[in-house]
């Protein structure tokens, strides 16, 4: 609620300084632009809140907005790839989840409440939440793929590790099923079902072949802070399943953004 009420003030805040910009502006015929707080994003450019305004969303906890940084950002196109020597398999341990799911407006997330640790380049990273983007983020060669789940995971550091993987249309999600007839459509809304207990390695292709870069956030404020592995093989969900996510998740796909000069590894299960 106190989140609710800052926001509120900051917006009526934001408005007075707008009117009385606005009387400046007349008065000096100055063309020098305001700086924008949006209360909320979307995924819609024709609007002022669209990715391509994100650089100028205002974060109201002191965190710096990246977005605008064309250095580390993501999602990125996948191609160009090498082999990186250097990279290890990842080793994954998911303990059981009750079900929580909520529709934030952005996404569908599930906020994973049992244990979940993969361990990435000799650091333990445990799961926090998965979500849902449709189309994909990243794009494989300047293609995308229906849908990409993220399952975000963060160590005692504070740094972030993200798993994304694919889903592309073919035979029905045993995995997706399990959750398919309680999705929240409403924003806002959340599925709770202590009794609904799932693994998160449901959710993990049989083979853990991976692309690696170094990337960030793809909602604002798109920190800087994001180790990416992206899986190789995709999962498969039927047209059925696919169609219920993209009645809810409406294109919640941030564009790819500049490589600049990252190298992107590549680590091959044997
Ligand atoms: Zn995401």
């Keep these: 609620m106190k989140t609710k009420i800052d926001i509120l003030s900051t917006k009526n805040l934001m408005v007075l300084l707008l009117s009385l910009?606005?009387?400046?502006?007349?008065?000096?015929?100055?063309?020098?632009?305001?700086?924008?707080?949006?209360?909320?994003?979307?995924?819609?450019?024709?609007?002022?809140?669209?990715?391509?305004?994100?650089?100028?969303?205002?974060?109201?906890?002191?965190?710096?907005?990246?977005?605008?940084?064309?250095?580390?950002?993501s999602p990125i196109d996948i191609s160009g790839v090498v082999n990186d020597p250097t990279l290890q398999s990842l080793s994954t341990l998911y303990a059981n989840s009750i079900t929580e799911i909520i529709n934030n407006g952005h996404t569908l997330q599930f906020n994973y409440n049992g244990t979940g640790t993969v361990n990435f380049q000799g650091s333990d990273y445990s799961l926090q939440q998965f979500h849902f983007h449709a189309n994909s983020e990243h794009t494989i060669e300047g293609s995308h793929k229906p849908l990409e789940v993220h399952l975000v995971h963060k160590n005692d550091s504070g740094h972030l590790m993200v798993l994304g993987i694919f889903f592309e249309i073919g035979a029905e999600s045993t995995f997706l099923a399990?959750?398919?007839?309680?999705?929240?459509?409403?924003?806002?809304?959340?599925?709770?079902?202590?009794?609904?207990?799932?693994?998160?390695?449901?959710?993990?292709?049989?083979?853990?072949?991976?692309?690696?870069?170094?990337?960030?956030?793809?909602?604002?404020?798109?920190?800087?802070?994001?180790?990416?592995?992206?899986?190789?093989?995709?999962?498969?969900?039927?047209?059925?399943q696919m169609d219920q996510f993209s009645g809810i998740l409406h294109h919640n796909f941030r564009p790819v953004q500049p490589l600049a000069g990252r190298v992107i590894g590549a680590y091959d299960v044997n």
């Design 178 to 240: 399990q959750f398919i007839d309680n999705l929240p459509e409403e924003i806002n809304e959340t599925y709770l079902d202590f009794d609904l207990s799932y693994n998160a390695s449901g959710l993990l292709p049989a083979n853990l072949s991976y692309y690696h870069y170094k990337g960030s956030l793809t909602t604002p404020p798109c920190s800087e802070i994001v180790e990416w592995v992206v899986m190789k093989n995709a999962l498969e969900m039927s047209q059925t």
């Design 21 to 73: 910009s606005i009387v400046i502006t007349s008065c000096n015929d100055d063309n020098t632009s305001d700086v924008e707080c949006f209360d909320d994003f979307n995924y819609d450019d024709t609007t002022d809140e669209g990715p391509a305004s994100w650089f100028n969303y205002c974060t109201d906890d002191g965190t710096i907005n990246e977005c605008g940084s064309t250095t580390r950002q």
